[in-house]
Each structure stands twice: as C-alpha cells, then as structure tokens.
C-alpha cells in the first residue's frame, strides 16, 4: 500500500480485499478516491502515513459493553486484549451478578504526568492497561510479597449462587488479614458474605496487578498511590514493542519527542528510560535529532 499511495495508485489501494474499511479507514478511503485531486509531496507522504497506520496489527476499540457513565462511554483498549477482558467481564458478571467496566484505559503517549501515583510510561498508552471502574462495592485486602505490597479484589458472589467454584471465598474472623473499604460489608456481615475473588479471574486471564507506591500507608497519603484498580496485560512485550501494535514508527518518535521533552531528570536520564522500556537505539537517536 506504501508503494502504490507513492505512486498515487488509487485503484491499486481501493480494491484490496484484506484491508478493514472501517472507522478510520472510512475518512482514509474517501480521501483517497476523489477525482482529479493533484497531490503535493506532503499528501503522498500523508497518505503513506495512513497506509502504514491500517496495517498496524491491533488498533483501539471500547472497553464496555454497558458503561454506566459518559467516561466509561469512552474507554478504550487494545483489541490486541480485548477478548481476555470481555472474558473477564463475562465470568465475573456470571458469579457476582455484577459488571465489571473499565475506567481509565487508555492515555495520549504525547503527554508527561506528575500526577502522584502516575507515570509518564506508564501501559495505558499501549492500550493495554485497564483501570477496573470503583463504582461497584468491592473488598480490598492487602496481599503483601516481600517489601512490596498489591492487593486483591473481591466482590460478593449472587445470593443464588449454587455451582461450585474456585473464586469462591468466605473470610473468617480468626483470619489474619488487612481489609480496606469494608464499610460496605460493616460487622459480622463481611464473615457471612460468600466471595468472589476478582484478582484470580484477571489474572487467569493474563492480566497482572502492579505493586502499590512508596509511601502509599503513610498518614494522609493520596488513594492513588495504592493503585489497587490497575491490571495490564504485557503478553511479554515490551513496553516499545506494545506501542509499535497501535501506533506508526513516526507517530511514536513524534509523541516520545513530545513526552521526554518535559521529563524530569534531563537527557541522559530520559535516554537510560526509553533503553530500559525496549526502544532500539536508532529510534532514541531520531527522538533526540
């Protein structure tokens, strides 16, 4: 499609079967039929750029099925992980009676952050990171390994539930563990609640939990910091290698241009950071040019 946009053969491109025409490809597809259109340089490279672009193996489709709210609306993620989640969903909503949605997903690779809790690499800008939405009443007990802490996540299981399963968890109270927002389950009520253990389902389907922040028990310290709402799914790949399934060589040097530009730490502590997240090092010599 590269050759034929630089030899401005229409026909060539319009005609191949095995592209998606969808969404994108749509406003693409119009663009590249008008008649009698005299294209620049500048166009053909465009044009070159929006070939490269639908043959990208994944792109972003919605997150939720049902969003309870207009944010919900807009999550986005990975088709590369999309059928894990709606696998997810589906296997939580059949033992909970509830739906789990996805919050936060995605975030512009363009953007640094200094939001606490946050991280300018961080995997939502692959597309293949879920923040679980925190409207539904979940139970959060701390699961601590090493000097790191995570957290595990359970939501009640349907009051007629009766096959068997190994999600399946009642706590008791000679347990020794560590419960966080277990108002919603006050007194005796969190010991008589059967459970569901939310953290095995993702993780039988390759998502991970990431460890909660330095500091994140200190008195008055933000929510944020806990991150008990994030799972990704890496598959293995670097975090380089997971931009390159949803975005153009180009379009990654531009953003990351954009993005190390306001890093803390100057050059050489940003050159050190795109090393360690897999980028070669003729990608980070075109992103410092």
């Known amino acids: 499609l590269y050759t034929h946009a630089e030899n401005k053969d229409w026909e060539q491109i319009t005609n191949r079967k095995n592209i998606r025409w969808n969404d994108p490809a749509k406003k693409f597809k119009w663009e590249i039929t008008k008649k009698n259109k005299k294209i620049s340089e500048e166009t053909t490279e465009t044009i ?7 043959l990208l193996p994944n792109r972003l489709v919605k997150a939720n099925k049902n969003p309870r709210t207009n944010a919900q609306k807009k999550s986005e993620i990975s088709d590369a992980v999309i059928k894990d989640w709606e696998a997810v969903v589906s296997k939580i909503k059949s033992l909970t009676g ?5 919050g936060d997903t995605k975030r512009e690779l363009a953007n640094p952050t200094k939001k606490v809790g946050a991280d300018s690499f961080s995997w939502h800008k692959t597309g293949r990171a879920i923040d679980l939405a925190r409207d539904l009443k979940w139970l ?11 957290f595990k996540l359970y939501l009640p299981a349907k009051s007629n539930l009766k096959e068997k399963s ?8 000679t347990d020794s563990v560590n419960f966080h ?8 009520k969190l010991y008589k609640t059967t459970f569901i253990d939310v953290t ?8 991970s939990r990431i460890k909660a922040h330095e500091g994140w028990d200190k008195k008055g310290a933000k ?5 008990w709402w994030h799972y990704d ?3 293995g790949l670097t975090w380089y290698d997971a931009l390159n399934q949803i975005y153009t060589e180009n379009e990654i040097v531009d953003k990351t241009k954009t993005l190390v530009d306001e890093y803390s730490g100057g050059e050489e502590k940003a050159k050190t950071r795109l090393k360690n997240e897999g980028f070669p090092e003729e990608v980070i010599e075109q992103i410092f040019k």
């Open 200 to 207: 095995a389902i993702l993780e039988d389907n390759g998502f």
């Open 48 to 54: 070159a750029e929006k070939c490269d672009k639908l």
């Open 233 to 235: 799914k890496r598959d």
């Open 181 to 188: 927002k277990k108002g919603y389950y006050p007194g005796k």
């Open 166 to 173: 190994s999600y399946k968890k009642q706590f008791k109270e």
């Open 98 to 102: 509830q739906e789990v949605n996805a």
């Open 223 to 227: 929510e944020s910091k806990q991150e």
């Open 140 to 150: 959060i007990v701390e699961a601590p390994s090493g000097e790191n802490m995570f």
